[in-house]
Every structure is written in C-alpha cells, then in structure tokens.
C-alpha cells in the first residue's frame, strides 16, 4: 500500500517523496524491462467513528495540509466513502473521513522483477542467497557488510530489514524504536466489484484494499482490536489465528452490504498471515 498517512511528520514526508517517484518511476520502468509494474492509484482513506479517533483523523488531515502535501487530502464523511464504494461500505454517515485521491497500491511481484530486470539492463549486479551477517566498522564508519563468503567493501548500508529491522541495527550498536506485529490477511471473494479507495478505519486498526489481481477480490487486515493486546511477531510466527475467519465475518456483516452467501465463502483456504513493522515514536 502507497499512502502519505502514517501519522508522523517524518514519515509523512518521506512517504510523500516516495510516492511522487513512484509516479515518475512507473512509466520508465516499463519503457526500459516492458514490464507493466501496475501501479493502482485508487485513493487511500482512514477513518474514525468516534470522538478520539475522529480527533486523529482531523489531526491528520491538518498535518498533511501544513506539510504541503500535493494533491492535499480532503476532508470528508462516512457517507462519501460508502457513496465511492458504491454501497460496498455502511460506515455511519457522520464518520471522519481524510482521503487522499492518489494514493494506492503496487503489486510486488510486478515491481521486484522489473527493479531486477532494470537493475541488470543498467550494469547493476544482485546478489541472491547471499545473506548479510554483520556489518565491518572502523572508527565509528562503516567499511563492509559481512556475508558467509566474506567481507563486501561499502561505506553506505541500507537497513531495509522489515522485520530484522532491529538485528541489524544491532550489528552497529544501535536499537531502533521499532516493533513488528502480526497481522492477519484474508481474500474475499467478491459478487461485486471494489470500487473505491483502500479504507483503513482508526478505530480498531482493520483496513480493506481491493486485490491487485481481480477487482471482485478484496483483502482484509485483521485489526488489533482482534487480539487481546498486540501481538508481537516471531521469524517462526506464520500460522493465521483459527478465529480470524469468525471475527472477520462478523465485521464484514457490520461494516459492509457483502451477503451471507459471500461471507459464507470465507475460509481458512484463503487467510495468510503477514509481519508489518511499526515505529514506537519518543517525542
């Protein structure tokens, strides 16, 4: 997913910069490998329906106009967002809702392998299982990234562990304020089409994006609302939670105008489970 919504200036930011090169980096990537990275640009939405979490959304709204965030979000309701799905959604009517118009979604497959096909075409050479195992210093600097085959001379490292995050942190004697949970997926096969933008709703961290093979699938995350407390992920930690499809049904049949016969087919066959890192701000 391809938003500006993170809930913090720096990350805003970046995301911002992120997405306009997303923008930018399609079309020449395509021009160059022939590959169509598909790029979705369907908007993205959050939401509050209540007191607080319609606070946070206007929060968010106002952060991302003061940032200069261009095309800025708008400010709309619950009843737009279920107007843009075309009945798809029932969130309550006076519900906050700050919608950014290009935000999206990328596949991954599409753009792994066009960055790859890119990269080659380029000179660019990429080593595959060839994992970093530390990384070599000299008077505070970096020298080297270590690998079972030996030493790889760099002055600049990328930590862009996702879920190792923090490892590799450690390697250089640093800890990040980071945390990574689980997260729930699950396919739903739809009677309809999604239209409209992904919509992640505040109150209990749930959020719904159309699939990037077929418009008649939509993928839910499972909120944290599901779970007693946060669940912090494990390397290991891959099996989906057996009372995720129950939970999922229920909040389907409350937020949606999806019909029995639809949630019926939601199954075990079609849940996964995924590790998303988060940041644990100090301000």
């Known amino acids: 997913m ?3 919504f993170t809930g913090h200036r720096i ?6 910069r992120s997405i ?38 206007r929060s968010e709204y106002e952060e991302q106009r003061g940032l200069g965030v261009s095309p800025p979000p ?7 967002i279920n107007q843009l799905s075309e009945g798809l959604f ?10 950014a118009e290009e935000d999206g979604f990328v596949d991954i497959k599409s753009l792994t392998s066009a960055l790859i096909k890119y990269i080659n075409i380029s000179g660019g050479t990429i080593l595959t299982d060839l994992p970093a195992v ?4 000299r008077a505070d600097r970096v020298i080297g990234v270590r690998t079972p085959s ?41 009677d309809q089409r999604f239209v409209g933008p992904i919509v992640e709703c505040l109150d209990d961290d749930w959020y719904f994006r159309p699939h990037e093979q077929s418009s008649r699938l939509m993928i839910i995350g499972i909120g944290s609302s599901h779970h007693a407390s946060l669940k912090i992920a494990q390397e290991s930690d891959s099996e989906v939670d057996l009372d995720s ?5 229920e909040y389907l049949s409350k937020w949606t105008s999806l019909t029995q016969g639809t949630l019926n087919r939601i199954s075990l066959r079609n849940a996964w489970s995924g590790h998303r890192t988060v940041h644990a701000w100090d301000d």
Not at 11 to 16: E, I, N, S, Y
Not at 74 to 79: K, Q, S, V
């Open 2 to 4: 391809l938003t500006r």
């Open 11 to 16: 990350t805003t930011t970046l995301a911002d």
């Open 20 to 57: 306009q090169l997303y923008h930018e980096l399609g079309p020449d990537l395509k021009s160059v490998t022939g590959i169509d990275v598909e790029f979705t640009w369907c908007g993205f939405a959050i939401l509050g329906r209540n007191q607080n979490t319609m606070s946070m959304v």
């Open 74 to 80: 708008e400010l709309i309701t619950g009843r737009d």
């Open 90 to 99: 029932v969130f309550p009517n006076d519900a906050v809702v700050c919608y």
């Open 134 to 137: 530390g990384i070599v210093t």
């Open 150 to 190: 030996g030493v790889i001379d760099t002055r600049n490292v990328v930590n862009a562990a996702g879920a190792w995050a923090n490892k590799v942190s450690d390697w250089v004697g640093r800890s990040l304020a980071m945390q990574t949970l689980k997260r729930d997926l699950i396919q739903v096969d739809l």
């Open 245 to 249: 499809i129950s939970s999922c049904k």
